[in-house]
């Protein structure tokens, strides 16, 4: 029990002594024998800084851009247009209430190729045949029963419309005499209308791509110099045109099918050198056709026909697409079927596109 009891006793007497220095100390009193002269340590200036610690947060790093692939530079192309024959004229200067030039002086000179419009507008070089004179100077009457000669002004048809070169290579461009032949070359310069013959060509540079449209009359049978004008021709036009097409009027009238002789010569000028050979005079459209890395169209048949009051209708504008990658042409060939004049009707000079007519698609198949 005693050792017990002693046990606690000096757990209270321990705690007393602890709570009296407690008081004491907060109260500012000095504990009995203590030592008031001790002073607390001082905060020595040498004392190392405290160090901080700055983090820099790693940014997120930016995703590499999906690399977009180049745009290819567009390969230049030229687009050239060629339509049949045009004449601008009254069968012998007769003029009739269905003639050529009554429909100008009621129309005007914008009627004509009025329809046929945006795709010329649309290409770089339209070219078609111009079937006989255009003067005003007076005729040396020929001594035949079909002969043509239009006024200066018809010109205007050409050049409103978008046409930039005409073949005069034909068998009614001499139908009023030299002197009206020359003058119709002086009023196609002075409207600003390219013209070609044997003597010239319409040479044509643009965006790298050069052109030559060579225009000649062969008539209805093959001469050897014709042939050697025409190879000749392909020589000289290979030193500065990377196409050469060749336009050509002859043959027999009327047929639809080529003679042999046009077809071998035509092969034989692809052979030489031109990329494209094509025909007029026939008065009938007649097939195109691949050979070898050109082509050869045998007849454009007529287009806006002044010698015919009712021509047959079908009709097409043969457009070539020529571009050049490098060394390396290509040429595209198109028929684009077109009528001379409305069905049931007189012809009314204005070619349209065909699938503007009733019937197109069954209209379209009767001319291709």
Known sequence: MSRMFG????????????????LCFSAGCTVPGADTSAKLPEISESAPPVTVVVITPIPTPTPEPTPTPPTPTPIPELVVNFAGDCTFSDISMQKTQYSFSTVYDREGPDYFFAKVLPIFEADDLTVVNLEGPLSDLPPVVPDKEWWFKGRAEFVKVLAGSSVEAVSIANNHTMDAGRAVYEDTKKNLDEAGVLWSDSTQRVYLKKDGISVSAYCDHIGDALAATEKNRLLKHIGEAKKDSDFILIYLHGGAEGLTQPETWRVKLSQEL????????I?????????????????????????????AKRPPRETVI?????????????ISATELPCWQYPEGQYSTYQPFPADEAPDADAKIDAIA
């Not at 046990?7 to 407690?22: C, E």
């Not at 025909?279 to 010698?307: C, D, K, M, V």
């Not at 043969?318 to 290509?330: A, I, M, V, W």
């Open 279 to 307: 025909w007029s005079h026939a008065h009938r459209l007649q097939p195109l056709e691949a050979y070898g890395q050109g082509y050869i169209h045998y007849g454009l048949s007529n287009f806006s026909f002044g010698g």
């Open 318 to 330: 043969f457009q070539l697409r020529l571009s050049k990658d490098g060394g390396k042409k290509t």
């Open 270 to 277: 692809v052979d030489a050198g031109a990329d494209v050979v």
């Open 7 to 22: 046990t606690t006793m000096n757990k209270a007497a321990g705690g007393f002594i602890l709570l009296f220095f407690l």
